[in-house]
């Protein structure tokens, strides 16, 4: 799977990403993360790619013309997510969804945003990743890179480990615990050194269950 950044700090958006297990599945040719650098098709020799906002206001909005030349670029009809605080909330729905595609082109915006033509041009997707702001898309872009990368076949040592997590059912994931099997007077619960399977995946399964009441009910009422 490709990712194509529109992006003016590729570098943050590379360098974020070359560790753990997107880094890895980067090296090995399994995910492509594609970044395009917009200033390189600035409007003239200054490198501008902004402007003041037409009807006034505080901030500046990025230009349309560098956006629209930068997408051109790719030569690729794959679906253009814009991250913006107005988007549709993230989630692991969404992530499952892009998983699927063999190439997403993410747009990062800055400043006050981008100009809306382009985003009426070229946009597909309007995504957030939360009800905050941030100092532009890139972290966005990355928040939504690894929780999609994680999910394409072969990225992960075992098909099975995204299964079992937080969100894959609407339910918080159950409680981990690994050697010693006794921390600071804290027993691991005696199912799990039993090795009776049933009881176990009996156990994570209303584990999970209860978790998900007491901390977000709120998962359980879209099942």
Not at 139 to 149: C, E, K, N
Not at 180 to 207: C, D, N, Y
Request: aromatic residues 8%; contains cysteine; hydrophobic residues 40%.
């Amino acid at each position: 799977m490709t990712f194509s950044v529109l992006t003016l700090f590729p570098k943050m958006i590379c360098d974020a990403l070359s560790y753990g297990v997107v880094g890895r599945a980067i090296n090995s040719g399994k995910i492509t993360v594609n970044c395009v650098d917009v200033r390189e098709f600035a409007v003239n020799k200054h490198g501008q790619v902004d402007d003041a906002p037409y009807g006034g206001g505080a901030g500046m909005v990025m230009m349309a013309p560098p956006l629209y030349d930068a997408y051109k670029s790719l030569k690729s009809n794959a679906r253009v997510v814009y991250l913006t605080p107005q988007g549709k909330l993230f989630g692991q729905r969404a992530a499952e969804e892009f998983s699927r595609e063999n190439e997403l082109i993410l747009l990062c915006g800055h400043y006050e945003g981008v100009d809306e033509r382009v985003v009426e041009e070229i946009v597909t997707d309007e995504i957030s990743i939360g009800d905050y702001v941030l100092t532009g898309g890139e972290p966005a872009a990355i928040v939504l890179i690894d929780a999609v990368a994680r999910l394409v076949p072969g990225v992960l040592g075992k098909e099975e480990s995204s299964a079992d997590e937080s969100f894959s059912e609407k339910l918080l994931e159950y409680p981990h615990y690994t050697r010693p099997p006794v921390f600071m007077g804290r027993e691991v619960p005696q199912v799990l050194l039993s090795g009776h399977h049933k009881k176990i995946a009996e156990w994570r399964r209303e584990t999970a269950a209860a978790r998900t009441l007491a901390r977000r009910p709120g998962l359980l009422d879209k099942n």
